[in-house]
Every structure is written in C-alpha cells, then in structure tokens.
C-alpha cells in the first residue's frame, strides 16, 4: 500500500528570522488567510487579552517574544500545511535547530530596514548544511527601508546563492505603492489596514503601462528600472536548483497589513517540496546499516523532535512532538521507542493550532502530531510501528554558561527533581547531576533559557529556586573506546562527571584548556561539543 496522493499534499515549513522581522505577525497572517483562524491577535497590544496564536507561554505574553517553537496546521488550496514558528531569540536555538531537523523547507524572513542580522545568519547556515530550500519574504515595505537592490544583494552574499525575485516593490515607506507580481503579471496595489484580505486589494494588469505610469509616477519608472537590473542579474528559477538550496524565491510585502503574504502562501504550495526521503541508520550485528525510508511507504514512523511540558497547566501533561517520516497514522495503533523498545500508549493523539489541539484521526508523512505522554520518550527519540529504524541528526550542543540550583525550601525537594526531569527531557535546558553528588547545574546557550526555566520552576512546579554562578564554563560528553579506558578515565576525574537528563557522561570543564589537558593525558578518550539522541555522542572532538 502506498500513500503517495496524502504525502504529496504536505507541505512542512518552518519561519525563521531575527526577533522583531514579523516572524509571529506573518504567522498570524498565513493562519488567518488559510482560515485557520478568524482574527489575528496583534503581536505589539501585548497588555490586551488577545496574544498572537503562536505565543502560548506566559512568560512570552509578558516579554512579547517567542521562547518556544509553536506548531500550526491549516489547510489551503487542497494542501494540508504544517507550520512550526520558531524563537527568534538567540537564547533558544538550540529548539530553532531541533525544529529545522521536522521540515523540509524554510520561510525567511527579513527585516527591509536592517536586512539579514545575526540570528538570522546563524538559521541559514543550519538551513545550508541540511541543503534546505529557503523562500524569503521581505518584510515591512511600508516603512522607511533600504533599497530592494541593496537587499537582494545582501541576501545572495549571507546565503552564498541567487535570489530570483518572485515580486517587486513600487515605492516604499509612505510612497509605498504596491508588489509586481512576476509570476502572475500583474501589480497589487497597496493599501494599508491590517483587517484586509486578500481579495479586497486591487490588481492591474501590467500590460495597463499607461495607467500605472500615471498612477505611481516617478515610483512606477524607478520600480521598472530596479526590477528589470535585478532580473537581469537573477538567474530565472530553477525548480532543483530550488529545491537543493542553490537558489532562493523573494518577495515583497508588509506582514502587518495583510500584504504580499497571499504571494507566499501560494508559493509554498507550488514550489515548495512534499516530504522527502529519510536516512535511517540501524546498527545490525554491530554493523551500521543505512536504510532510506520513503515518506509514502505503508510502515509508520517518525521523530521526536520536541518534548513541551504543561502545554494544558489544569493536566499537568507532557506532549511528544513527532514529525511523520512514513505511513499512515491511526488511533490505536501499537507503536514502539526504538531506545528503549518499549511500547508506547499515548493517552491522545493530537494535531495543533497552537494551544488548540485536535484529536488526530489520519496523519501521514510530512505531519506534525503530539503524542501525550506520562515520560518514556525523549528528544531524538524514533517511534515506528514495529520496524527497527533509527534516524538521527537531532543536534544537542555543548552548553556555555553554567548555574547552580539552590531550592529555598528543601521541603520542595521532590518537586524541584520532578520539574528539573521534564524541563531536562523537553530541552528546555540542559541538567547536569554530578556524579559525587551536590546540586544539581544547569547549562545553558543563552542567559535567558536561566530565566525562563527559574519561571516555569515556580509557575509549574511550586519551586522557588535561586540560580547561583558557579566555576564550570563548558562540558563535553565523552565516549571511550574500551569500558576499561573509561572507567580510568572518570577514577581520574571524579569531581568533573556528571550524567546529564539523557544519562549520557559529561565532563565538565572551567576553562578551555581542561579539555586538552585532559586529552594529553588520555588519548583514548573522546570529547564531543555536540550530541545527537540519547545515548550517542556525535561530533569532532575537542
């Protein structure tokens, strides 16, 4: 049996961009022109009891920013579209980098006055070493911004490929005129006001020179001229170029009113791929045997790329965030942990548009679908109907900065161990036990995950903790090629191992030489900067 007709109908994408390009706001704007939603919450009234669809968690209604990734299902045009929103801000990238592991393609979004800024860089080369297509959106054209030529430019220097304009900007800022749709021929004229839709923007034909000569002016000549240099200097696009990530799609628009977003919608559906096939790697008589699993085949399986605790604060519940690589989901099904080959019983089967959740009837490959569970399942975790898979390359990365956990009221004991599990699993931050004992240490990639876990501990757990520093700035997880090797090794080092929430071995440093004393003196011994799933430390060492 195949599902080919339901997997060619996928399209799973993730929006990336710095805080503050309208990541959320353009999210808003797809969910509300699919009809997935009625109303789009504006992202800036923060103190008004409507926040934007994709920020559910109380501390990202407080700040105004997204501090966990968000998954949304819609359906437009016969397509049943799986968007995951990711955090803009640097502190939470390792869950951006986690997502980009479920997608198969990428929305960009930039900022027209500050162009491609540093979180943005730092996406593209994730989106680069997985070769996935990248569709940018140019956001905010009816501010004061930079020269769309000066932009393209930018865009094909920072990802190192050509940008094929999709549409053009008339104007900008106040002068702001409208798009020139390339692919349609034909300008849609702006007009401001975040309540429109689509349908209520005027079009004209292109082939009216004369009319929008004289309606746009001088803005109407300068557009024409801008375009034809910047299609000139792109190359026309190229459908594999595209999809290899050797070329990039653009367009204009202003997310907040509602336009240019349409133009991007239908280019997900059109250009964007289906689900892909995935690379299996299973270790069969000690030997790695690498398998391709093709998304229309009839065996379930898939990847937990997410673990979020107390998404519903009234159950106290735990959701597994799977992305489908193959067969057909169905309630009831017996499904398998690969780690641990245990069976999994998930008490609903969910699909998402933000907090609302909708019992799963039929799910196939490209779809994201939580599975409710009660622990047993971890990031990176592979989930199969009974086949013996394993697929990886679900990056863990070596934390930088370190705190202590100090409970204020040691009656919490319990509680503060409950949290620090479930926020350690999630990924929320990553937990350290030392392994003579003490308290516990909380690595991090950016002071803000401290801040975030510190709230949660409390809101969600009833622990008042305080984060003291402590003498640690780095762990690498270690591998021996001999349990002999090892066992020397961590006699050795007592004070400086601890398990971290998987139960891999991390040892932990205070400055950088450590680790290449620690190497000098036991070559044997392997230090990774980068894990993937439970249990398997992966990455150059050092």
Known sequence: ??????????????????????????????????????????????????????????????????????????????????????????????????????????????????????????????????????????????????????????????????????????????????????????????????????????????????????????????AMDSMELATGASPAFDEAAFLAGKQTPVFFGSGVNNFGVMEVLDALVDLAPAPRPRTSNLLVNKQPVVKEIQPEDSAFSGVVFKVQANMDANHRDRIAFVRMASGKYTPGMKLKVQRTAKELRPTSVVTFLSQRREAVDEAYAGDIIGFTTHGGVQLGDTITDGANLQFTGLPFFAPELFMTVILKNPLRTKQLQTGLDQLGEEGAIQVFKPEIGGPMLLGAVGQLQFEVVQHRLKSEYDCDVRLEGCQYTGARWITADTPAELREFTNAYPQRMSLDAAGTLAYLCTSPYDVRLAQERFPKIHFHPLREHAGLALGSAG
């Open 1 to 222: 049996m195949t599902y080919a007709n339901e997997t060619r109908r996928r399209r799973t994408f993730a929006i990336i961009s710095h805080p503050d390009a309208g990541k959320t706001t353009l999210t808003e704007k797809l969910l509300l022109f699919s009809g997935a939603i009625q109303i789009a919450g504006s992202v800036k009234a923060r103190k008004a009891s409507r926040h934007a669809t994709s920020d559910w968690m109380e501390i990202e209604k407080q700040r105004g920013i997204s501090v966990a990734s968000s998954v949304m299902q819609m359906l437009y045009r016969d397509h049943v579209i799986n968007l995951l929103d990711t955090p803009g801000h640097k502190d939470f990238s390792e869950d951006t980098y986690r997502v980009l592991t479920a997608v198969d393609s990428a929305l960009m979004v930039i900022d027209a006055a500050n162009g491609v800024e540093a979180q943005t860089r730092r996406l593209i080369e994730v989106c680069r070493q997985r070769d996935t297509p990248i569709i940018t959106f140019v956001n905010k054209m009816d501010r004061e911004v930079r020269d769309p030529l000066d932009i393209l430019d930018e865009v094909e220097r920072e990802l190192g490929m050509p940008c094929v304009p999709m549409t053009w900007p008339v104007g900008q800022g106040k002068s702001f005129g409208g798009i020139i749709n390339l692919r349609t021929k034909a300008m849609t004229v702006f007009d401001s006001g975040s309540e429109r839709l689509p349908q209520d923007f005027e079009t004209i034909a292109l082939t009216e020179q004369a009319q929008l000569a004289e309606r746009f002016g001088a803005e109407w000549q300068t």
